[in-house]
């Protein structure tokens, strides 16, 4: 027996059958595609992989870094003092700048001299740039985040070919 043809034999007629139909129709019909999101990837192949005013960079596969000219620090990705930058929130401090993975392939540094005094303890935690001195916050793009960091951290630039991060001006 058909859905209608049942719905007539308990009653339903004319205007109310039609509406019980349609509210059955709707209710059954409603399948909702399942919500996929795929995991974020860094891009490779596009991009000049020299920075922006983001202060982040993502890996381009081929990227000359040597016409970088204006390098404040050149960091090879397979010294063994580099372990820490390998893994995503990891960073480390080199010649007065933090250097972080602030998510997969994408390298940000910052000053590790802070703002709010000049005290050389900023460092990278999770995803913003901290003092441990009394706790000044700055977002990646160097912008305070709380009233110890009102005056903003200096960002550099960074590029990066897969094996040397440059950190740069
Ligand atoms: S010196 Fe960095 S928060 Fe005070």
Known sequence: MKRHEFLKSIGFRGAALMAVLSACTKA???VLPALTISPASPSTG???GTGSE???TTPTTGTDLSTITN???TID???SSSANLKKVGGYITQSGIVVAQSSSGVFVAATQTCTHEPKRQVIFNVNEYYCTAHGARFSLTGSGKNSFGSRGLT???T???GKTV???S
Do not use: F, H, N, P
Request: proline share 0%; glycine share 8%.
């Open 71 to 73: 390098r404040l620090l």
């Open 46 to 48: 596009s991009g000049t």
């Open 155 to 157: 960002i550099y630039k």
């Open 166 to 168: 440059v950190v740069y």
């Open 54 to 56: 983001t202060g982040t």
């Open 28 to 30: 059954e019909d409603s």
């Open 77 to 79: 990705l397979s010294a």
């Open 159 to 161: 590029a990066t070919d």
